[in-house]
């Protein structure tokens, strides 16, 4: 499964955007994490094939994931961005097998978030 994320970029803080990923096949649960410089990968959120979400605590009330599974496109739609929400972006697609889990991963979008 190959993934191509979109979306990133440098917005004010207090702004706005939405990322995109795209999977080349179907996928059971897909989700974002993100990286900040100096700082390990963090789950930002998740959603499932049957729609439930996880979210990080920092990010509750101001992000939002939904998935359109006719295109297997996850979205990512960041409202009232602060300083700290800047990192790479990552999105990730888990499908499960017989054996267990297969983790997918695109090749990261930037998000800065700057005066």
């Known amino acids: 499964v190959q993934l191509q994320a979109s979306g990133g970029g440098l917005v004010q803080p207090g702004g706005y955007l939405r990322l995109s990923c795209a999977a080349s096949?179907?996928?059971?649960?897909m989700g974002w994490y993100r990286q900040a410089p100096g700082k390990q990968r963090d789950m930002v959120a998740r959603?499932?094939?049957?729609?439930?979400?996880n979210y990080a605590d920092s990010v509750k009330g101001r992000f939002a994931i939904s998935r359109d599974n006719a295109k297997n496109t996850v979205y990512l739609q960041m409202n009232s961005l602060k300083l700290e929400d800047t990192a790479v972006y990552y999105c990730?697609?888990?499908?499960?097998?017989?054996?267990?889990?297969?983790?997918?991963w695109g090749q990261g979008t930037e998000v800065t978030v700057s005066s």
């Open positions: 990730n697609a888990v499908r499960y097998t017989a054996w267990g889990t297969d983790n997918y």
């Open positions: 096949d179907s996928i059971n649960a």
């Open positions: 959603i499932f094939s049957e729609g439930s979400t």
